[in-house]
């Protein structure tokens, strides 16, 4: 089973950009799709973006579409969100994802840590 490590979380104002990013090792990496999660205190566990096993398809919650750019690099075996234009909504921990199957909002067995994002107003 593939292993994930996050990073890249942070503190940024309404406004700014953060980038995470998230390294996988123990399988090939190809053989997944990536994706990226969020939970917020209080609430549930909720899809933010997919990204297929060779990059060609990208998939977004509504929440963060034109926001929000999910990429993979399949030479370092590591996926990235790129997040512009944060809310305050935005805030939670971020988890990285993978599935061996491109399924939009539903999550593989292969959970990371988790990286607190906070974005103040």
């Known amino acids: 089973q593939v292993q994930l490590v996050e990073s890249g979380g942070g503190l940024v104002q309404a406004g700014g950009s953060l980038r995470l990013s998230c390294a996988a090792s123990?399988?090939?990496?190809?053989?997944?799709?990536m994706g990226w999660y969020r939970q917020a205190p209080g609430k549930e566990r909720e899809f933010v973006a997919v990204?297929?096993?060779?990059?060609?398809?990208?998939y977004y919650a509504d929440s963060v579409k034109g926001r929000f750019t999910i990429s993979r690099d399949n030479a370092k075996n590591t996926v990235t969100l790129q997040m512009n234009s944060l809310k305050s909504e935005d805030t939670a921990v971020y988890y990285c994802n993978a599935n061996r199957r491109l399924q939009v909002t539903i999550p593989g067995a292969s959970w990371g840590q988790g990286t607190q994002v906070t974005v103040s107003s």
């Open positions: 123990g399988d090939t990496f190809t053989l997944y799709a």
């Open positions: 990204i297929s096993h060779r990059g060609g398809g990208t």
